[in-house]
């Protein structure tokens, strides 16, 4: 049975930033967590940042240029928290191949586990099309990501790697 990454907050940890709980409802995430499939990470407290913690924003395009030296993860504060999320990203992908997970289904908007959209690091709310700094890591290492809106998506891909 192929196990599935899953961002920890979508499943109820006490993880967020802000130090509350925003469960995800989900029929699918709930009969993968009972048939024993999920593997719960968050990589900002993975790679150490504190519950609760001031909300970060990536200072570049998106996660593959911090993942590649060229923009930083700053702070609403100002503090440059790039190391943080860098640290939690490898801790994911090596939870992520102790597993052998194929498959991920993260946080959409996050600075760590975006797959389709992140904020300007403006910390005006101002969105633009991104991905996340662990999700950039996990696809350039052969791993499906997919955010919880295309929860249906990654049924179906399931479907096809458990062939």
């Known amino acids: 049975m192929k196990k599935i990454l899953v961002s920890a907050c979508l499943i109820g940890e006490n993880v967020r930033f802000n130090g509350r709980l925003k469960v995800y409802k989900s029929r699918v995430l709930e009969d993968w967590k009972l048939q024993g499939r999920l593997v719960p990470c968050c990589p900002e407290v993975g790679g150490g940042l504190p519950v609760p913690r001031p909300c970060s924003e990536i200072s570049g395009p998106d996660g593959s240029t911090v993942l590649h030296g060229n923009s930083r993860v700053m702070n609403i504060k100002g503090k440059d928290v790039t190391r943080y999320f860098l640290t939690g990203a490898r801790k994911a992908l090596e939870l992520a191949r102790l597993h052998k997970i194929n498959l991920a289904v993260l946080k959409d908007g996050s600075p760590s ?38 929860i249906p998506e990654a049924v179906e891909y399931l479907k096809t790697i458990e062939i």
């Open 113 to 150: 586990c975006s797959s389709t959209y992140i904020y300007d690091g403006s910390f005006s709310g101002i969105k633009k099309p991104g991905k996340g700094i662990t999700t950039i890591l996990l696809e350039e290492n052969n791993i499906r990501v997919f955010s919880e809106r295309e």
